[in-house]
């Protein structure tokens, strides 16, 4: 089992975000001298913890051929943009939004005096090129203690984007379980518990075969693997 936690990882960030990057896949990077894993999992290519200061904001960007999902562990987000302009999200709350070959533009907008928290994922697409997908987005509110299916699936549905990478997240209560059985990568945004017997803190990163989590108190568990 391989471990990275929020203290062995540099300061960045940039504008109004301050972030440390657990994953940044030579895939889309290259090679990178600090201690993130260079490696995600399936189209799993980067994930950022980030801290918004008060009323911060990311200024206006475009992306192109990813999938960004934006997972809120605490505060909120005023989003603006080319898709969904003006959405709201609070803790808990999960945001995915599809580039494809359309792309789109989008600025996450701190709307508090007070720093939130905020993981972001991106994931490539499974089917490159042009014309591409077209962009969209959607929006997912996990209740407390429920494991949300929020991205990825089969083309037949359409309650997630299309992808054999999956992420799932919850909200976790105390006590709860999680078990997972083959290869995957899970980050510990909030709340501390044991994985595989070992405890693990908040702002941890893990990668292992298998999954035997136990919650200790309300927190938020990410898992990500492939079909």
């Known amino acids: 089992m391989d471990i990275l936690t929020f203290d062995e990882l540099p300061q960045g960030g940039f504008a109004g975000l301050r972030e440390k990057r657990f994953v940044v896949d030579r895939r889309l990077f290259g090679n990178n001298k600090n201690t993130a894993f260079q490696d995600g999992i399936g189209n799993f290519v980067y994930l950022a913890d980030a801290n918004f200061v008060p009323n911060g904001e990311t200024g206006l960007h475009p992306h192109r051929e990813i999938d960004v999902i934006s997972i809120m562990v605490d505060g909120n987000i005023s989003h603006a943009g080319s898709l969904e302009h003006g959405q709201g999200l609070a803790a808990g709350?999960?945001?995915?939004?599809?580039?494809?070959?359309?792309?789109?533009?989008?600025?996450?907008?701190?709307?508090?005096?007070?720093?939130?928290?905020?993981?972001?994922?991106?994931?490539?697409?499974?089917?490159?090129?042009?014309?591409?997908?077209?962009?969209?987005?959607?929006?997912?509110?996990?209740?407390?203690?429920?494991?949300?299916?929020?991205?990825?699936?089969?083309?037949?549905?359409?309650?997630?984007?299309?992808?054999?990478?999956?992420?799932?997240?919850?909200?976790?209560?105390?006590?709860?379980?999680?078990?997972?059985?083959?290869?995957?990568?899970?980050?510990?945004?909030?709340?501390?518990?044991?994985?595989?017997?070992?405890?693990?803190?908040?702002?941890?990163?893990?990668?292992?075969s298998s999954m035997d989590f136990k919650a200790e108190d309300a927190g938020q568990l990410i898992l990500i693997y492939t079909s």
């Open 93 to 208: 709350m999960v945001q995915v939004q599809r580039a494809g070959g359309e792309g789109f533009e989008h600025n996450e907008i701190n709307p508090d005096d007070t720093k939130n928290h905020m993981i972001q994922i991106w994931v490539t697409p499974d089917e490159p090129g042009e014309p591409g997908e077209p962009a969209g987005y959607k929006v997912y509110n996990p209740k407390s203690g429920e494991l949300v299916h929020v991205y990825g699936g089969s083309k037949d549905q359409d309650e997630r984007f299309y992808s054999k990478t999956h992420i799932d997240v919850v909200n976790t209560i105390p006590e709860q379980s999680i078990a997972h059985t083959g290869d995957f990568m899970a980050y510990l945004s909030k709340g501390s518990g044991t994985i595989n017997g070992k405890t693990v803190a908040p702002r941890t990163l893990i990668r292992a």
